[in-house]
């Protein structure tokens, strides 16, 4: 997440977690983490041809 993005209640639950790892010295959790946030389902509606994993 950018300073110019929200996201939604599970973006901000992966983002507390990671740095909350990263707090305690468990960077390997906090890139797991961080992959999870990553990974979770994009807020804008797919184009197309996104959805088949093509440039828009």
Same mark, same amino acid.
């Given at each position: 997440? #950018?300073?110019? #993005?929200?996201?939604?209640?599970?973006? /901000?639950?992966? #983002?507390?977690? /990671?740095?909350?790892?990263?707090?305690?010295?468990?960077?390997?959790?906090?890139?797991?983490?961080?992959?999870?946030?990553?990974?979770?389902?994009?807020?804008?509606?797919?184009?197309?041809?996104?959805?088949?994993?093509?440039?828009?």
């Amino acid at each position: 997440m #950018t300073a110019g #993005t929200r996201g939604c209640a599970k973006c /901000r639950e992966y #983002t507390a977690l /990671r740095e909350k790892a990263k707090q305690d010295g468990d960077f390997g959790q906090a890139t797991a983490y961080e992959i999870l946030r990553r990974r979770h389902p994009s807020h804008e509606t797919p184009s197309r041809t996104a959805r088949w994993g093509l440039p828009a």
